[in-house]
């Protein structure tokens, strides 16, 4: 039986990045709140729906975004 878990996987460089500069602080607020926002949505959809991958964890670090979720 195959049990699911995390999984941790180092990536080489930088995979499935969109990478901007936002010189607004005003600006920059708006997307780390809609970005809170969405990565909600999406954990709640992964616990309810099989078909969408689980959301471990979503995080900000040195003005990036993150999302950790299950690997399919």
């Not at 809170?36 to 995080?59: D, M």
Request: no cysteine; net charge negative; aromatic share 12%.
């Amino acid at each position: 039986m195959l049990r699911k878990r995390p999984l941790i996987i180092p990536l080489k460089g930088e995979a499935h990045t969109h990478n901007f500069s936002v010189n607004n602080p005003q600006i920059y607020q708006i997307v780390q709140d809609r970005f809170q926002t969405e990565a909600a949505i999406l954990e709640e959809l992964g616990e309810t729906n099989h078909q969408i991958p689980r959301l471990y964890a979503y995080f900000t670090e040195n003005g990036k975004f993150y999302l950790v979720q299950e690997w399919l």
